[in-house]
């Protein structure tokens, strides 16, 4: 069975940063492109970023280029999103995801498995 178990979400004020992990287990993370992905209350869940299966490849949002970064250790079968300059717009429950192959994408079709989500609250 597939699970992927996110953590590291929580309370932030405006411009702090925090570290969201991901980590799997029935599968081996290191085949597999992986994304994040957020819904912010009342709105879609929308692409943040995603990173191949060789931790080479990265693509993000505009929203949070140059503030978030995803990288991956496959020895731990984790994946992780750093979110530095957090802003109120960034708050929302943050899921992460596999994919079905080794390039992910921004749409959530290319995605196979889903974590729970862990909810990022950012204050002014």
Excluded at 7 to 27: F, H, K, N, T
């Amino acid at each position: 069975q597939v699970q992927l178990v996110e953590s590291g979400g929580g309370l932030a004020q405006a411009g702090d940063s925090l570290r969201l992990s991901c980590a799997a287990s029935g599968l081996t993370l290191s085949a597999f492109a992986m994304g994040w992905f957020r819904q912010a209350p009342g709105k879609e869940r929308e692409f943040v970023a995603t990173i191949n299966w060789d931790g080479v490849g990265t693509f993000y949002a505009d929203s949070v280029k140059g503030r978030f970064t995803i990288s991956r250790d496959n020895a731990k079968n984790t994946v992780y999103l750093e979110m530095n300059n957090l802003i109120t717009e960034d708050t929302a429950v943050y899921y992460c995801a596999s994919g079905g192959g080794q390039f992910g994408g921004s749409r959530e079709a290319h995605y196979n498995f889903w974590g729970q989500g862990t909810q990022v609250t950012v204050s002014s």
